[in-house]
């Protein structure tokens, strides 16, 4: 007892708030503290709203015996970064990522135009035309990406330059010297025309980080790979190939330019096969079209039969139904700028070349592909934009063989001398300096979209999650920074080898968990993820509001699109669903989080229906993907008057120790009932909302919760497990 009330008496000093304690409660009894002092515990009275326990209060030394009612107290707070600030304060059973975008934003300073945010707040509508192509002069790079025209793609390679390949493949690291092609045709079939085109001595390379595999198998090509291939590779470096190759490549391309080779606009053309067993191959697909609807620059990304012949053999070794994409080079800017969209706060290409922020006498602004880097350049933990992650040689061009390849990754100049002054001042800027700073170095319009879309596409191996797969991109008009977003094959509930709160389904809007932890990147922490309210953080929550009641988060839109691609690939099987989630599956999880108002309303009408199909839900229980044998476990009793009871026991450990609770009708099942409990946990609240969470639960702790219906009262009773 003597230890129970000295570290009530330390928290009480720490949070400067005043509870007192029951001295008639017993230790092996239900204990209560209220900022009440005539609070107390009725037998009788299963809801008595006086029976409170503050938990922002480190329950963790309580005796192992004692049972507790829990709710958090009406005036408890504590500060959430600076203690001095009245404004900071938080309730600390409630998670400040999980806060209602409204009441957030509510006091946000309003220094954008209404007419503004309505501007930023709009999407363009999905298209799913596919026009009638006349002749292959009018083929353009937006038909090639269209899911309605049926691409294939046939490479022929001698076993000579595959060996070159394996040969580079095992020296480790991302060599990125191409080998030779002898020729690549592209088919697009466009109704009832088919419109070839063949290149002779392409670039060919293997791509990726965890995907690389060997190139062949014995005699055999391995087609469980990614490759990229150059049209305007020249074959020419010393640094890459001999002087005998160099001679016999060029009197191959009988004095053609290859350095200025492209096709429909392109310099080159990658591609993947379907690692991550996207049974609809159309997810990333997906993605791009809303990166781009809401001006977001991103790559086009289509779907495309892949086939690659030795030659001189008949044998045809497909990769399947593979994605395509346009490389994530600084060319990558060019053809955005000079397309129909309307890209945020961006002009034409025009605007951007004729720019003075940069390297004199460049078209483009400084341009970084940011990852994890190989060699010298590597960082372990990803490029969180922290002041270290610029130090040694984290930033320039990598070599040939791949042995290095810093993490921010320079597209643009070569120039090895280069002092990356944008890009030193910017991270200086978002690590050292306010909010007010900030905005002079990024588009903080842009970084609010394209934060926003990432969220609904929930790609946990990307910027906000794990430090990975996106670009920096300083402006020749302004200088301020946007970040591009690439590499979004983990999108829309793909989950397999990477399973990050299942499949970022749990993950609220304001959330600062990553992969690796606590989040570390200072841009986000100060803009949208702040403590304190922004305009970035505004913009943010209502693009997600809006984006979450346009088009782009229908079923129907969905797979309208996977129609498209079904029929035009007639002969690739394609499924809804498989160990990855459906897209309907996870939308529906995701706009939960989106429109979950947060405002712990209680919802107190008489219901006078008795129920059936009432089960608890949680971070404990998968969410509701426990097995059928599970179910009746999860299923409250009825106890009659409209009460109702459910004992759970906390089995395995849970994240950060942190339970979420909601209420459901059976298994994954929230279309009869999403029911949530308010803050205080006194209340139930019978429409869709968040989760309500409780703090500092561990394996062993079990739970009675008990509801009623009728009067939406609730009371939730805590016995500790033998963790202590």
Known sequence: MKKYMSLT?????????????DSNSNSTDSNVISSNENSSVSSENRFSSETKIDSSIDI????????????????????????????????????????????????????LPDNRIELLKKFSEPNYDVRHISNINQVTIDDLFNLGNKVSISIDISNEELNKLQSDFLKGGKCS????????????????????????????????????????????????????????????????????????TKNKMNGEDYSIREFLGLSGLDFKWNKNFDSTHIKEVYSSYIYRAGGIISQHIGLSEVKMTKTGSDRQYSFGLCTIYEPAKKSLIKRSLQSEVNYVNMGSWDDEKNGTFGIANEKYGDLYKCSYGVGEGLLPTGVDMSLSSIEGKKIGVGNLSG?????????????????????????????LKSYSEIEKVIDIEYLAKEEAISYLLGNPDAFRYNYNNYMIYFRRTDGKAIIIPVDNDRCFGITKDLNFKNGLTQD???????????????LLKKTFLSD??????????????????????????????????????????????NENMAFEQYMNAKLKKINDDGTGEDITTPDTNVYDNLYIVGNFNAWGNYSAQ???????????????????????????????????????????????????????????????????????????????????????????????
């Open 9 to 21: 008496l330390l928290v009480l000093t720490l949070c400067s708030c005043a509870f007192v304690y």
């Open 60 to 111: 963790s030394s309580q005796n192992s015996s004692s049972s507790n009612v829990i709710s958090s107290s009406e005036n408890s707070s504590v500060s959430s970064e600076n203690t001095s600030s009245s404004e900071a304060k938080i309730d600390s059973s409630i998670d400040i990522s999980s806060q209602n975008s409204s009441s957030i934003a509510s006091s946000s300073t309003d220094t």
């Open 177 to 248: 010297i191409y080998r030779l092609a002898n020729q690549v045709t592209i088919s697009l079939t466009n109704y009832d025309k088919t419109f070839d085109w063949t290149f002779n001595n392409v670039g060919i390379r293997q791509k990726g980080n965890t995907s690389r595999k060997d190139i062949i198998y014995g005699s055999d090509i391995n087609t469980e790979n990614h490759f990229k291939l150059s049209f305007d590779e020249t074959f020419d470096n010393p640094q890459a190939y001999d002087q005998n190759f160099i001679a016999q």
């Open 403 to 431: 042995s290095y390849v810093p993490a921010y990754e320079r597209k643009t100049t070569k120039n090895l001398n280069y002092g990356d002054d944008q890009l030193r001042n910017f991270i200086s800027v978002i690590n």
């Open 508 to 522: 609220e809007l304001l959330s600062k968990d990553t992969i690796q932890g606590e989040q570390r990147n200072n």
């Open 532 to 577: 304190s309210n922004n305009d970035c953080k505004t913009l943010y929550i209502d693009i997600c509001k809006s984006l979450a009641d346009s088009p782009w988060t229908k079923s129907e839109t969905f797979y309208q699109y996977y129609g498209i691609a079904q029929n035009t690939y007639s002969n690739y099987s394609f499924e809804r669903s």
């Open 630 to 724: 599970d179910l009746e476990k999860y299923h409250f009793s009825y106890l009659g008057d409209y009460i109702y009871q459910i004992n759970i026991t906390i089995e395995n450990r849970l994240d950060g120790n942190q339970l979420a609770l909601k209420i459901n009708n059976g298994f994954n099942n929230y279309d009869e009932i999403d029911w949530s409990f308010s803050d205080d946990l006194t209340k139930l609240i019978k429409s869709v909302t968040r989760s309500v969470k409780i703090n500092n639960v561990f394996q062993g702790d079990s739970f009675e919760i008990t509801i009623n219906t009728n009067t939406c009262e609730v009371k939730i009773e805590r016995k500790f497990g033998a963790w202590a």
